[in-house]
């Protein structure tokens, strides 16, 4: 049995990121720093180059936007790229010899 498949020891502290308690508190100050740079976004000069920078929170959607985009890429490209699950598996017989094409 391979180490990441045993069982927690129950004599074992938990992990930091273990604690429901730790992971509320760090999603509460994520969310906090969130607000806090939105509402920075209008008392912070910006240097804008063009007009659509002007739109208040522009950065913050194009950011969503532009992760949205990567995960629904990489969903598509999955379909191509994915190896069937027994592919790394395979005896050496199944393989293609060099001379076979």
């Known amino acids: 049995m391979s ?37 920075l976004d209008f008392v912070v000069h910006r240097h804008i180059y063009t007009e659509f920078e002007e739109i208040p929170t522009f950065y913050a959607i194009y950011g969503f936007v532009a992760c949205v985009v990567l995960v629904v890429i990489a969903k598509w490209m999955r379909k191509f790229i994915m190896r069937d699950e027994q592919y790394y598996d395979a005896n050496e017989s199944e393989l293609p010899q060099d001379g076979d094409k």
């Open 3 to 39: 180490e990441s498949n045993q069982h927690p020891d129950p004599n074992e502290e938990p992990g930091f990121f273990d604690k429901p308690s730790n992971i509320t508190l760090i999603l509460r100050v994520f969310y906090v720093l969130c607000v806090l740079l939105v509402v």
